[in-house]
């Protein structure tokens, strides 16, 4: 008796373990299947942007053994080679933004021009194209050949021809714009845009969220562009395709991915006033954003050459976008501000919502003999946030304008503007150029243009700034504050 009641209990342990052992097993493959599930959710793009290539054999230079301001091959050589080992360690993109200006500061003849952007985007099909990743490229002020005129209608032809050339040209970016118009034939309903007309298109990314990026010409919209035509309502008709862009995606339930070469607003870290579009056209297109903020995930900017971002407010002060600007591949100085580290990006994205979920940015370490590349930060590691957001932004605009010392949010994104460069801005009022001021004109300036995109606004933002040596601007929150507690 004795001996079956220790066998039962013995057949009963044996039960047990293996009863654990095979949930344990259980359990394991779960949480495989949901790892991978999430990690499937997961999806990558590059933004890159200004390269303002200039070619060592037309500059009389040797590109393999001459490093320095007048040859900059070798950078994008390194990029070509960040971008190969980064897919090689399991981080393939989905898609690639180039952000354009690929052209130099100084003016080229347009076979020059030409021959610059085949060598250029010889580069980038090496790692993306031929490994069937698409590249989404956009057109920037030093892509044409009188670098910051337009391309309009009634422009010369010899400018209209680009786009042309750039669309129709298989050395150039024929498989880039045909992948992209290809993208988009499941949808005949879906506006279509000729990029050989006026430089801008879309594409359409179906992965369990759809997403439809959009691509602008920002050059026809500039303010030095009525030096050179009068002013016309909508050049090439692209607010309109634009409006039926977004009203295609509201409808069919897909988020949108704006791309622009030059943002809206001023830049921010000019200390006067620029304003990178003709009025009209800056606060249409910040009109369409707030009007259609309930899709667009994000809008993709450059030019500025810096590690920026701007907060798109409503018409009650609440955060409704964010405007997210890519740092250079040139390294070329910044007139009175400095010079930036060469400096290229990878984000994070949710294939199942299309929300930005982090983002990584490298930057190349030019030691004398062997540059090599080191990852800067993470964003929301460096900003301590948990995710990436509007909110998220302002509230970080916020934080700039209340926070002081050198672990502030302020000190943390004044030290990455440039990279790992100092600032040599000269600022009155401002010894070290730091802007270390909560109420400085420097500081103040700056979040304003960061955080007022109409121009009216940013106006009013910029003379408060001026009223006074240590001026205190509004919070967004108190902003909006003001707004919600009015009478209706």
Not at 31 to 60: C, P, S, T
Not at 272 to 285: A, C, G, H, K, M
Not at 348 to 367: C, E, M, N, P, V
Request: aromatic share 12%; proline share 5%.
């Amino acid at each position: 008796m004795i001996r079956l009641g220790v066998q039962k209990r013995m057949g009963n342990c044996t039960v047990s373990r293996t009863y654990l052992l095979l949930t344990g097993v259980l359990m394991c493959v779960i949480i495989f299947l949901w790892k991978a599930g999430q990690d499937n959710d997961v999806g990558m793009f590059w933004h890159l942007a200004d390269a303002h290539l200039r070619l060592a054999y037309l500059e009389g230079l040797d590109s393999e053994n001459q490093f320095g301001p007048k040859n900059n091959e070798y950078l994008v050589r390194f990029v070509v080679e960040k971008c190969k080992y980064e897919m090689s360690q399991g981080h393939k993109p989905d898609f690639v933004i180039w952000g354009g200006d690929i052209g130099p500061h100084k003016n080229l003849t347009p076979e020059q021009l030409i021959q610059t952007i085949r060598w250029f985007s010889d580069r980038l099909n090496e790692v993306f194209e031929n490994n069937s990743i698409p590249i989404f490229p956009t057109i920037g002020n030093h892509d044409v050949f009188r670098k910051n005129s337009s391309l309009s209608p009634i422009n010369d032809l010899v400018e209209t021809d680009l786009c042309r050339r750039l669309a129709t040209d298989d050395g150039l970016w024929k498989k880039w714009i045909d992948r992209a118009d290809e993208s988009l034939a499941k949808y005949p309903d879906i506006p279509r845009a000729s990029f050989s007309q006026g430089c801008f298109h879309s594409m359409l990314i179906e992965r369990k969220q759809k997403i439809l990026l959009i691509n602008l010409n920002s050059i026809i919209w500039i303010t030095t562009d009525l030096i050179v035509r009068p002013f016309e309502e909508d050049p090439f008709g692209q607010f309109q395709w634009l409006q039926s862009s977004l009203l295609w995606a509201r409808k069919h339930k897909a988020k949108v991915f704006i791309v622009t070469h030059k943002p809206p607003g001023n830049i921010v870290f000019s200390p006067v006033t620029s304003y990178q579009f003709i009025r009209e056209f800056n606060d249409r297109l910040v009109s369409l954003l707030r009007k259609f903020s309930d899709i667009v995930v994000a809008t993709f900017t450059a030019h500025e050459h810096i590690d920026s971002f701007r907060v798109l407010l409503d018409e009650d002060n609440h955060p409704a976008g964010m405007l997210l600007s890519a740092p250079s591949i040139d390294s070329s100085r910044l007139g009175f501000f400095g010079t930036p580290d060469t400096r290229i990006r990878l984000y994070k994205y949710s294939r199942r919502s299309a929300g930005i979920l982090d983002y990584s940015q490298f930057w190349l370490h030019l030691t004398h003999d062997n540059p090599v590349w080191e990852k800067d930060y993470e964003f929301r590691q460096l900003y301590n946030t948990r995710d990436i957001s509007p909110l998220k932004f302002a509230t970080l605009l916020d934080r700039f304008m209340v926070d002081n010392g050198a672990e502030s949010p302020w000190e943390i994104y004044w030290d990455h503007q440039l990279g790992h460069n100092p600032d040599v801005i000269g600022v009155i009022g401002e010894v070290d150029g730091r802007c270390p001021h909560i109420q400085s004109n420097c500081r103040c300036r700056r979040i304003c243009a960061m955080r007022h995109l109409i121009i009216s606004n940013l106006e009013q933002c910029y003379r408060i700034c001026n009223e006074t040596k240590y001026s205190q601007l509004r919070t967004i929150r108190e902003l909006s504050s003001m707004y919600s507690l009015s009478p209706n």
